[in-house]
Each structure stands twice: as structure tokens, then as C-alpha cells.
């Protein structure tokens, strides 16, 4: 009997409260650079609430770091080899997205990312969460809309866009089937 996946809101949490106290931050701190309020990065903190993957890419941008490299801060282990059956998996409490870290957990500067997206889900991230990083999105199943600033791709089965310069993006799915694709990052 396979052992139940790692939950990670507790490396989340942990992880958050990390990058905030080492760079002198105080809650008000991080709420002022982030967008996010300071109640809600307290309760995050004290795994009384989970983030959504818009306060998590608000905050990472706060703290100049891409979201991908926030989790995998979170979640590493130094192996080489990743498991399906013990790849961290977080869903979104507010959507139901849901992110999977194919890639093993040792902080290399490629990670593989599965997201299943459900339907009518639109998921948006600032430009900051898109700095550190230079990505690509593979669509495995499904349709995927995908606004990148002022421009709007719609990726079908099968199909790769590489990001531009970094923008705010919005990952939508307006069909009434879930959409799974895999974003590849490599950090500059």
C-alpha cells in the first residue's frame, strides 16, 4: 500500500515565513509589497488558512522569487528521482487547481510542473511571479487560454508556447473539461 502524498501546506507555510524574517520583514511588511493583507499572511503562517495560487504568486513577486521557485524552496529534498506516487501535489482551496512537481525536489534550475485546471477556472498571476524565470507551457489535455498581457494564445492538445518578457498572465480554462498542461521553468 503506497503511504499517503506529503501534505505541503506546512513546507508552504514554513517556507513563507522563512523568506519573510530573513529579509527583516515584518507581517505589515510583506502585506504593503504584496497586495495581500496581513491577516491572511498571518493565518497562512499558522497553517489556519491556504493560500490560493493568486496570494502565492503575489507573494513570491514580493519577494522577487518566481512562484515554481518558492515551492520547490518549499518542498526540496535533494533527490534525482521523483515518484509519481510521492510527487507533492497542492490544489488551490478557492479553484480546485491543481499543481503537481513532476520534476524531483533537489533545486536544479529546470522544473517540470503538471497543472490540471478545471473548468471555467481562471488563475491569474502579476508580472513579478514571472521575472526570475524564462517558461513554457505544453498543453496535454484540453484547451487552454492563456493571457499574457495585452495578448491572448489559445493553446489546443499538443501545443508549446514559450513566454515572452514577463507580463501579467491569466491561465484560463473556458471549457466545460478540465485542461492539463505542463509548465516547463528554467531560472536566469
Not at 5 to 14: E, V
Not at 23 to 51: H, N, Q, Y
Not at 66 to 77: D, G, I, K, Y
Request: charged share 20%; with cysteine; proline share 5%.
Amino acid at each position: 500500500m503506497n503511504s499517503p502524498l506529503p501534505d505541503p501546506s506546512i513546507a508552504i507555510a514554513t517556507r513563507l515565513r522563512i523568506e519573510r524574517e530573513a529579509r527583516g520583514w515584518s507581517l505589515g511588511d510583506l502585506a504593503d509589497k504584496s497586495g495581500v493583507s496581513k491577516a491572511m499572511i498571518s493565518k497562512i503562517e499558522r497553517c489556519e488558512a491556504s493560500p490560493t495560487a493568486t496570494i502565492l504568486g503575489k507573494l513570491s513577486g514580493a519577494f522577487g522569487l518566481q512562484l515554481s521557485m518558492l515551492l520547490a524552496l518549499a518542498e526540496r529534498t535533494g533527490e534525482r528521482l521523483s515518484k509519481a506516487d510521492s510527487q507533492s501535489v497542492w490544489v488551490d482551496p478557492e479553484t480546485g487547481y491543481e499543481r503537481r512537481v513532476v520534476s524531483p525536489r533537489n533545486g536544479t534550475m529546470l522544473e517540470m510542473v503538471q497543472v490540471t485546471l478545471p473548468a471555467g477556472v481562471r488563475v491569474e498571476y502579476p508580472a513579478s511571479a514571472f521575472v526570475f524565470q524564462h517558461q513554457q507551457i505544453w498543453v496535454l489535455e484540453g484547451t487552454l487560454t492563456f493571457h499574457e498581457g495585452e495578448t491572448t494564445h489559445v493553446l489546443e492538445h499538443g501545443d508549446c508556447l514559450q513566454l515572452g518578457l514577463p507580463a501579467a498572465c491569466a491561465f484560463h480554462n473556458a471549457t466545460d473539461v478540465p485542461c492539463v498542461y505542463v509548465v516547463a521553468l528554467i531560472r536566469r
